[in-house]
């Protein structure tokens, strides 16, 4: 089966998000993947993480999904709702 990778031209601000397949879980605690994540903002109009977890539910459990400030995990996560939003908005 072929994975879908998430592609961006418009800056290298970017490139951070062209690394990760759509069906990554961006939030473990709900299982909400990263094309989730992108409709939100994309489609929805989310501008905030707030937004987002109105919408799907991401960073409103254990919180550790929104930023490493607080992820509490002893191995961080490659990506934050957080770092989703700030690469989008500078696009």
């Given at each position: 089966?072929?994975?879908?990778?998430?592609l961006?031209?418009?800056?290298?601000?970017?490139?951070?998000?062209?690394?990760?397949?759509?069906?990554?879980?961006?939030?473990k605690?709900?299982?909400?993947?990263?094309?989730?994540?992108?409709?939100?903002?994309?489609?929805?109009?989310?501008?905030?993480?707030?937004?987002?977890?109105?919408?799907?539910?991401?960073?409103?459990?254990?919180?550790?999904?929104?930023?490493?400030?607080?992820?509490?995990?002893?191995?961080?996560?490659?990506?934050?709702?957080?770092?989703?939003?700030?690469k989008?908005?500078?696009?």
């Open positions: 089966m072929m994975k879908l990778k998430v961006f031209y418009h800056s290298k601000r970017e490139n951070i998000l062209a690394k990760f397949d759509l069906d990554y879980d961006v939030c605690c709900h299982s909400v993947q990263l094309c989730e994540i992108l409709h939100a903002i994309n489609d929805r109009g989310a501008k905030t993480v707030e937004d987002i977890g109105v919408m799907t539910d991401a960073g409103t459990s254990c919180r550790c999904c929104v930023n490493k400030h607080l992820d509490n995990n002893v191995v961080k996560l490659p990506l934050y709702l957080d770092d989703i939003l700030n989008l908005k500078k696009g």
